[in-house]
C-alpha cells in the first residue's frame, strides 16, 4: 500500500515544478476571465469618453453626408474626403481599441504573471497524434469545457433577450429621432447592454478563474516519488555526497601526507598523535602545522617521516596541545610559542650535528616541554 500511495499524484507541486512549468510556458489561463476583462475595458472606455464619441460620430456623418454639387462629380475630392473621414472614424474609435489591447497584455498577471517562453512555440508532434487528440476530446477537462460554453451561452442569450425585452420601445424609437438624439441615446443604450452582458461575465469569470487555477494546481501535482527524487536531485544524492567527501577528504589527507618529508620535525605523543610542523622564516612568523593525525594516520606520519629522516620528538602533551588547537596550514598558537622555540632549538641542533657527520655528540632530546595550563587536552585536573 504504501508503494501504491508512492505513485499517486497527491502531493502539491513544489517550487522547482511550478517553476519549470512557467519556463516550459505552461500557466493558468482563464478565457472567461479574459473576455470579461476586454468588455469591461471597452464598456468604461465608452462610459468615459462616450459622450465625445457620439458628438464626433455624430459630427463626421454630418460633414460625410454633407457636400457641394461640384464634389459629387469630382472623383478626387470625393477620394479625399473618404481617406479624411476614415482616419477620423479611426480615431473615434482608436482610444478603445488601445485600452482594449492594455486589458489584453495586462489580464494575465492576475492568473500569476506574463511570461514569454520560446518553448511554446517549438514544433512537436506529440500534439499532431490523433489517438492523444481523440482521448483529449473525451477527457473531463473537454466535458468541464462543454458544459461551460453552454451555461455561458444561455447566460450571455438570456441577458440578452432581457435587454432586448426591456428596451424595444426605445430601440424602435431611435428611427424616429433626429441623428444627434438618436446617436446620444443610442450610446446609452449600447453602454447599458454592455453592463448587462458583462456582470454574465464577471460571474463567469468569479467561477471559472478558482476552477482554472485549481485545475492548473491539479495537473502539476507530484507523488511522493517525485518529491523525494527532486530532493535529491536538488540537495544532492547522500551516497554521492559522502564519496565526494571521501574522495575529498583522501585527496586532502595526500596533499597533507606529501607535506611531511618537508617538515622539520614532527611531534608525537608517540602512538596517539603526530604532528609535523615546518619553519620558514621568510614565510610565516612562526612555525606553521604542515600534517597532524592520530592512530592510524599518525602511524602514517611517522612512517614517512622516518623514510625521510624527519626527526622525530616524543613529546606528548605539546603533541595533544597541537592536534588540538592548530589546523593544518595555520602558525601555532602563540601560547606556544616558547615549547616549540625549545624543540626548534633541538631540531637546528640535530641538523648541525648531521652536517657535521656525528663529529659532534648527539644533542639530547628535551627531557620535559611545559605547555601552559589549559591547552593540553589530556593533562589532569
Do not use: C
Not at 469569470?205 to 516519488?225: G, N, S
Not at 612512517?303 to 595533544?320: C, D, F, M
Amino acid at each position: 500500500m504504501a508503494e501504491e500511495s508512492d505513485l499517486e499524484r497527491t502531493e502539491p507541486a513544489s517550487e522547482r515544478r511550478l517553476e519549470q512549468a512557467r519556463e516550459d510556458g505552461n500557466v493558468p489561463h482563464s478565457r472567461e476571465l479574459m473576455a470579461f476583462m476586454v468588455l469591461a475595458t471597452g464598456a468604461g472606455t465608452f462610459w468615459v469618453l462616450g459622450e465625445w464619441m457620439a458628438h464626433s460620430a455624430a459630427d463626421l456623418l454630418r460633414h460625410g453626408l454633407s457636400f457641394s454639387r461640384n464634389a459629387a462629380f469630382d472623383s478626387t475630392v470625393m477620394s479625399g474626403t473618404a481617406l479624411a473621414q476614415t482616419a477620423d472614424g479611426f480615431g473615434i474609435v482608436g482610444p478603445i481599441f488601445l485600452a482594449i489591447m492594455a486589458a489584453i497584455i495586462a489580464t494575465p498577471f492576475i492568473m500569476g504573471g506574463w511570461i514569454f517562453s520560446s518553448k511554446a512555440f517549438q514544433f512537436d508532434l506529440t500534439r499532431m497524434d490523433p489517438i492523444k487528440g481523440f482521448g483529449r476530446m473525451f477527457s473531463w477537462q473537454s466535458l468541464a469545457e462543454l458544459m461551460k460554453a453552454i451555461l455561458k451561452a444561455l447566460l450571455i442569450g438570456g441577458v440578452l433577450y432581457w435587454v432586448v425585452r426591456n428596451e424595444q420601445d426605445r430601440m424602435f424609437a431611435l428611427v424616429a429621432q433626429p441623428i444627434e438624439a438618436g446617436l446620444t441615446s443610442f450610446s446609452h443604450l449600447l453602454f447599458f447592454s454592455f453592463v448587462a452582458v458583462i456582470a454574465g461575465l464577471a460571474l463567469i469569470a468569479a467561477i471559472d478563474v478558482p476552477f482554472q487555477l485549481w485545475q492548473y494546481h491539479d495537473q502539476l501535482k507530484m507523488t511522493r516519488e517525485e518529491l523525494k527524487k527532486e530532493a535529491r536531485e536538488s540537495e544532492g544524492d547522500p551516497q554521492l555526497k559522502a564519496r565526494v567527501r571521501s574522495q575529498q577528504r583522501e585527496m586532502a589527507r595526500s596533499r597533507m601526507m606529501s607535506q611531511v618529508p618537508k617538515a622539520d620535525v614532527v611531534v608525537t605523543n608517540p602512538t596517539h598523535f603526530a604532528v609535523a610542523l615546518k619553519y620558514d622564516r621568510v614565510v610565516s612568523s612562526a612555525p606553521v602545522v604542515v600534517a597532524k593525525g592520530m592512530n592510524l594516520i599518525a602511524d602514517r606520519i611517522r612512517e614517512i617521516a622516518g623514510e625521510s629522516r624527519v626527526p622525530l620528538l616524543e613529546a606528548p602533551p605539546l603533541a595533544r596541545a597541537l592536534y588540538r588547537h592548530a589546523e593544518v596550514g595555520d602558525q601555532i598558537p602563540a601560547a606556544l610559542y616558547v615549547a616549540v622555540a625549545e624543540v626548534m632549538a633541538w631540531v637546528y641542533q640535530v641538523n648541525e650535528f648531521a652536517a657535521n657527520a656525528g663529529s659532534m655528540l648527539l644533542p639530547a632530546a628535551p627531557a620535559l616541554i611545559a605547555v601552559p595550563e589549559g591547552l593540553d587536552p589530556g593533562a589532569p585536573d
